[in-house]
């Protein structure tokens, strides 16, 4: 079955760092691939998504993810990250037996003004 | 536009108590309606999915059910709440004849507590 890992639990950053958050998947073949964003007491929003073409693909606010299929990953970055960035970060695949998305447990990260 | 609903926001129960939350879609007709959990420390888990009024799939057999009464609502359910069943339950949906490629929208959640 399909899973998902994402490396980090916490990551604390100052603003003006950059960003990579670390997500594998464990099934090959066609995938579709998702980072989503939980602000503190907001609704889980997505970041971006990848289903075919360009391998680097560009979200909201800056964020980038790069599908590399070769090491089974969907790492998400960012070269300058700011307070407001401060949230929970999920990596997701959809691959579920009822088309459901599978998700990373998530990473929490804070970043220090 | 389409919205999702979740309520109530937050909610704090004793062990043994029967629970409904409830979820509701405007916007859209015939929705794949999905609800998660997010439990401490670990990441989002489908619980229950549903295609249309009636039909309800689990992934994982718990002390936890789920009904569609009407097309664009989905309410999950217990009759007797555990201290495992605390955690963040999030509702979502997808379009349902766009194929595999389909984002997933969420609702607000909600936080619930069993003390």
């Known amino acids: 079955a399909q899973s998902v890992s994402q490396h980090n639990h916490h990551v604390i950053l100052s603003e003006a760092a950059s960003l990579e958050l670390g997500c594998n998947y464990s099934?090959?073949?066609?995938?579709?691939l998702f980072w989503y964003v939980q602000y503190p007491g907001q609704h889980l929003q997505l970041l971006l998504k990848?289903?075919?073409?360009?391998?680097l693909v560009k979200g909201i606010k800056g964020f980038e993810a790069e599908f590399i299929k070769s090491k089974f990953s969907f790492n998400l970055r960012k070269p300058s990250v700011q307070w407001s960035d401060t949230a929970e970060y999920f990596c997701?695949?959809?691959?579920?037996?009822?088309?459901?998305?599978?998700f990373g447990k998530g990473t929490k990260l804070s970043v220090k003004p | 536009s389409q919205t999702i609903h979740q309520w109530p926001a937050t909610l704090v129960q004793p062990v043994g108590s029967p629970l409904s939350l409830e979820c509701t879609v405007e916007?859209?007709?015939?929705?794949?309606l999905y609800w998660y959990r997010q439990a401490a420390g670990r990441g989002l888990q489908l619980l229950f999915y549903?295609?249309?009024?009636?039909?309800i799939s689990s992934e994982v057999p718990q002390n936890l059910s789920a009904s569609r009464p009407q097309d664009r609502q989905f309410i999950l359910s217990s009759k007797k709440l555990l201290l495992s069943d605390s955690g963040f339950y999030l509702c979502?949906?997808?379009?349902?004849?766009?194929?595999?490629?389909?984002?997933?929208?969420f609702g607000p959640g909600t936080r619930l507590t069993v003390l």
């Open positions: 997701a695949v959809l691959g579920g037996s009822q088309g459901n998305l599978i």
């Open positions: 549903s295609v249309g009024i009636g039909q």
């Open positions: 979502a949906w997808t379009p349902s004849l766009t194929g595999s490629t389909d984002t997933q929208y």
């Open positions: 099934y090959g073949g066609t995938v579709n």
């Open positions: 990848y289903f075919s073409g360009d391998p």
């Open positions: 916007g859209t007709s015939n929705p794949n």
